[in-house]
């Protein structure tokens, strides 16, 4: 197909009907509205049906609706919007129906503002709606790797039957790349859906979608199982990617655009004989603990940098249990770190300064 | 033409503002303007190169203090008292697609006063414009919104700061060619990234006049 240039938001518009992704329901925010712009374009072209809902909350509410059909289908957001979700990510949690939904993160609390923000982790790795739950986290760093995760969510969704989040940052969004999808197209065919809502045929019990379990015993019982659904995510589902770990003084934890960036302060403090190596969770949840923990045996210092006030450094510390000291390097509002603010964070580890 | 009123348009990821910040620091005098009209990007707009503008000269038409990072629709005033100014030279970004060059069409009536330019920036790998087709119906779409005619169309096939290989070039320049023929408008020059024209230079067949441009619009992580 060759690469073309696209905008994050677009491409993950294209990559979910690259995995068969039909249904979209969504309400336009800023930074993520070019992606509800390219599904009400796209989606009538390829025969899929595109919503524009008259808020957030009906949005996730139609998605509920259409995961219980067994149909792939998405909806997305950006920070304030995608908070508006909760009550119906827990719903969809609960009820065990598969999904995606999209978080292009800007700057909060509250309205905030337009400019790239990592101040959701919390929100979307530790539950976020109300329950015992969990959602899988993905979290691209390119525009590539949109269209490799975005397949990846809708496959987790239908194999564990769980909303699955995608959690991007406006530059993310923003930003464009070269590209190249695959000829092939998905359909999700490959799962079973016997579970969906779509009509019995005289031949069972009618097929029953919800969240509602009046009994406790049975409650429980649901919860056992998403519980043990998880402990099968965390064994399956772990994604990271690691840098120069294995002979490395220090090591950066970074996710996301914020991860590229400290790879080019890494470069840079590589190329003055400093041995820095980079650890990026592509999945936030499952957290990839065990790497993190096993690296921290080897290595004099941890620094975990994000957009945020320091959020993911709390899975850093719960991993590393105290092997190596972790420092934390973060701008929020809205500002990115640059790779010089990085560089010096780096230089700050060489002397022992750990904050 | 030589003009003092230049709008550079285009769809989302053409270049437009790369080329209309390198128009800006080119030109010399005392009443140069660069207006931002771009209601439709958050990011990646000409104000957020206010500082170097306004050291070398430029003044930026924009929003002004916190509004200047808002989403909202804002067209200050100030465009039309500077197209109203007949010495001053006014360079106009647009926002992207058809969408962006409405914000243009109010200021039809005063641009066409005087002698204009109002260029097309054309990268063929996005995929909204892969083909003179496609081409034609997006300029056709921006000059019905803005009411203006295109004067001109600026070859800009990149992959922003990938390489792109001389022979894509010469093919974004051909089909470009093909869209100018069709439309009866000069296909002005190509542009290409200083870097990069450095890399390919020797194996350039690109024809048109070339605009070597330093890039500006770069990703937090370049070094």
């Known amino acids: 197909m060759g690469k073309v240039l696209m905008k994050g938001n677009e491409v993950i518009g294209e990559a979910a009907i690259h995995a068969g992704c039909y249904y979209f329901f969504g309400y336009p925010i800023t930074p993520q509205s070019e992606l509800v712009a390219y599904m009400a374009k796209r989606l009538p072209e390829v025969g899929g049906l595109f919503l524009q809902s008259e808020s957030e ?31 119906g990510i827990s719903y969809l949690a609960g009820a065990e129906l598969p999904a995606v939904i999209v978080n292009v993160a800007r700057g909060g609390p509250g309205l905030g503002n337009i400019q790239p923000s990592q101040s959701d982790y919390f929100q979307v790795t530790k539950g976020g709606g109300h329950g015992d ?14 269209i490799e995760l975005t397949s990846d969510a809708f496959r987790i969704a239908d194999q564990y039957r769980t909303p699955v989040i995608l959690l991007g940052d406006g530059m993310l969004g923003q930003m464009m790349e070269p590209v190249e999808f695959n000829e092939k197209t998905e359909t999700g065919d490959n799962f079973m859906k016997d579970w969906a809502t779509t009509g019995t045929e005289g031949d069972g019990l009618p097929k029953v979608i919800t969240s509602l379990d009046l009994n406790d015993v049975k409650l429980e019982q649901r919860n056992h199982r998403l519980q043990a659904k998880y402990r099968k995510i965390e ?6 990617e690691v840098k120069n770990v294995e002979e490395a003084d220090y090591v950066i ?24 190596g980079l650890i990026r969770p592509i999945s936030l949840w499952p957290f990839p603990k065990k790497i993190i923990s096993d690296t921290s045996k080897n290595v004099k210092a941890i620094l975990t940098v994000e957009m945020s006030a320091g959020q993911m450094v709390e899975d850093v510390r719960l991993a590393v249990e105290g092997k190596s000291p972790v420092s934390f390097y973060g701008r929020t509002g809205g500002i990115i770190p640059t790779v010089d603010e990085i560089y010096r964070e780096i230089l700050k580890l060489g002397k022992g300064v750990t904050s | 033409m030589e003009s003092n009123r230049i709008i550079v348009t285009g769809h989302y990821g053409s270049g437009k503002t790369e080329y209309a910040l390198h128009e800006a620091l080119q030109k010399e005098g005392s ?67 058809e969408d962006g060059a409405t914000v243009l069409g109010q200021f039809a009536p005063v641009i066409e006063e005087m002698p204009y330019e109002f260029l097309f920036i054309a990268n063929m790998n996005r995929p909204s414009v892969a083909t003179a087709e496609k081409m034609i119906s997006v300029i056709r779409a921006i000059e019905l919104n803005s009411r203006l005619h295109v004067t001109g169309i600026i070859h800009n096939t990149h992959l922003c700061g990938e390489a792109v290989t001389s022979e894509e070039i010469h093919h974004g320049e051909t089909v470009c060619q093909e869209v100018s023929k069709k439309l009866g408008v000069p296909l002005v020059a190509t542009m290409i990234e200083e870097e990069l024209y450095k ?25």
């Open chain 1, 253 to 276: 934890v970074a996710y996301g655009t914020v991860a590229r960036i400290a790879h080019s302060a890494i470069e840079k403090a590589r190329q003055d004989g400093i041995k820095v």
């Open chain 2, 31 to 97: 009443q140069i303007y660069l207006c931002d009209l771009d209601v439709i990007n958050p990011y990646f707009r000409s104000r957020d190169y206010k500082e170097e503008l306004e050291v070398n000269g430029v003044n930026l038409v924009a929003p002004k203090g916190d509004l200047m990072k808002a989403d909202l629709p804002i067209v200050t005033g100030e465009v039309a008292m500077r197209l109203n100014e007949k010495d001053a030279t006014v360079i106009i970004d647009v926002g992207g697609d």
């Open chain 2, 199 to 223: 890399e390919i230079s020797e194996s350039l067949i690109a024809k048109e006049q070339l605009i070597i441009f330093k890039r500006r619009l770069r990703s937090p992580w370049y070094v």
């Open chain 1, 235 to 240: 064994n399956n589902e772990t994604k990271v």
């Open chain 1, 57 to 87: 909350v009906s949005a996730i509410n139609m998605v509920y609706g259409a995961a219980s059909a067994g149909k792939r289908v998405m909806t997305s957001s950006s920070s304030p919007g995608f908070s508006l979700k909760q009550e």
């Open chain 1, 133 to 146: 739950y969990h959602t899988p986290v993905l979290a691209p760093a390119n525009l590539q790797e949109i």
